[in-house]
């Protein structure tokens, strides 16, 4: 049974953090380390994580890190990563949701059926929606609109959709490897859209369709705005982003120049082509390519027209 671990980074989460730390106690998959970093927290934080060690009496084994505070997201994430000791496979844990209980033992069953290919691996699933008081809100938009079976997907599909949360990955040892070369060579924002899109250009993502946690959404949650509930003001939101931010796809744009500085070698020969288009320079032959493109980047037709448009237009 190969060993999990869980990255769990806390900051003021006092108020939901006890539901989380009870859901990865109870994961049906037995062999988990969980490694919890806190990020300057001054509420009762630190408290609950101290409590939840001392009465911990199951075969789930509870660290606290030490080191430098106020890291902030992502660097807390990867940083304590890094700090982990070596594992078969890692998760990444946001304070504020709740785990279903078998959600480990899922994606553990579904990578292990890809283990002896050795090469970077990526699981991440549907989710549901909830309000702070927990009462249900909706399915992922992602899981309820597929039209195409979820073997097929492609990295087409990661580099600007997809809606994988970070929430809900987990990963094997040659991502963590890849997240320590970008780390060590001054990549300090790189997590969940590098991830996502590292593991589809140089090997395998499975996509669960079944939901594996309750992701609860707060006033202090960080992607009320970029993913709110309501599709006009999520359309609103993604007008003003695409159209108005000159910078917002950017970071995509970052990561794929990152992959061919330091992982070429490693991408398969079916996505060079796809990755090239998007590679600096940009140029008016690259647009139409990308433009007409086979194939959608995004599952919401208005998402797809949208994005198409941007790329007519050069913004990325």
């Known amino acids: 049974m190969k060993k999990v671990n869980i990255i769990l980074c806390t900051y003021n989460g006092g108020r939901f953090l006890k539901e989380q730390l009870e859901s990865l106690l109870a994961q049906t998959y037995g062999n988990i380390d969980i490694y919890i970093k806190d990020d300057g927290s001054t509420d009762n934080t630190i408290d609950i994580i101290s409590k939840t060690i001392e009465k911990n009496k199951t075969d789930k084994k509870i660290f606290l890190l030490s080191g430098k505070r106020n890291l902030k997201y992502p660097e807390c994430f990867i940083s304590s990563l890094i700090q982990s000791k070596a594992a078969g496979y890692y998760a990444f844990c946001d304070q504020d949701d709740i785990w279903n209980c078998n959600k480990i033992e899922r994606a553990v069953n579904k990578l292990n059926r890809y283990a002896k290919k050795d090469i970077p691996l990526l699981y991440y699933s549907a989710v549901d929606y909830y309000n702070e008081n927990m009462d249900f809100i909706r399915h992922s938009r992602f899981a309820s609109s597929l ?66 946690a309750k992701y609860r959404r707060h006033a202090g949650a960080t992607t009320n705005s970029t993913n709110p509930d309501s599709k006009i003001i999520r359309y609103i939101a993604m007008f003003k982003e695409l159209f108005l931010n000159k910078d917002a796809l950017n970071p995509v744009s970052d990561i794929i120049d990152v992959l061919f500085e330091l992982f070429e070698i490693e991408i398969l020969k079916e996505n060079i082509g796809i990755l090239q288009l998007f590679h600096k320079p940009d140029t008016v032959q690259k647009r139409f390519k990308k433009v007409t493109c086979h194939g959608r980047y995004r599952n919401i037709l208005l998402d797809e027209i949208a994005y198409r448009f941007l790329f007519l237009i050069g913004r990325i």
């Open 147 to 212: 039209s195409v079976k979820p073997e097929k997907l492609r990295l087409q599909q990661f580099l600007f959709g997809g809606e994988p949360l970070g929430m809900t990955f987990v990963f094997n040892h040659k991502v963590r490897e890849a997240l320590e070369k970008t780390h060590a060579n001054g990549y300090r924002d790189f997590k969940d859209g590098f991830i996502k899109i590292y593991t589809a250009s140089t090997g395998k993502i499975i996509y669960d369709p079944v939901p594996s």
